[in-house]
């Protein structure tokens, strides 16, 4: 009852003149930015979403999700999780903080300043 949660692609403008914008895996979005009265957008998000997840692909190179995870936090989102499938590793970043928190599979997943009460095994998202 937070807010909404978007997924496949949800579009997340992160920057303007030119638009630009990037595909987010999973995103949260709270009744705070979006109050839960409007209806859910039917196109890209105009509004940063609090939280965004992104599966690494075996395609994706280190550097190029490192732009992708800073144009997320610059846009305004407040948390960016990167799930490592590879080596079963989730990468959180925050606008608050210089660098991730590395979670490996035996750690709690974590985000109560986005989720309060939310608490996942990382080990949960490579089953």
């Known amino acids: 009852g937070l807010g909404r949660v978007m997924c496949n692609d949800t579009f997340v ?7 630009t914008y ?7 979005l709270s009744y705070a930015r979006l109050p ?6 039917k196109g890209p998000l105009e509004v940063a979403p609090e939280l965004v997840f992104e599966v690494r692909s075996p ?3 280190t550097g ?4 992708k995870v800073g144009e997320y936090l610059n846009a305004g989102v407040t948390v960016v999780v990167v ?12 606008q608050t ?7 490996h599979n ?12 939310f608490a996942v095994p990382v080990r949960r998202f490579f089953e």
């Open 64 to 67: 190029d999700v490192q732009i």
């Open 13 to 19: 403008r992160t920057a303007t003149n030119p638009d």
């Open 106 to 117: 035996g750690d709690e997943l974590t985000i109560p300043d986005v989720l309060p009460g």
């Open 36 to 41: 839960k009265d409007q209806p859910s957008p």
């Open 22 to 28: 990037r595909g987010a895996d999973v995103c949260f």
């Open 59 to 61: 395609t994706d190179r």
């Open 97 to 103: 903080e210089s660098f991730p928190q590395r979670m």
């Open 83 to 94: 799930l490592d499938p590879d080596f079963e590793v989730a990468s959180v970043y925050r």
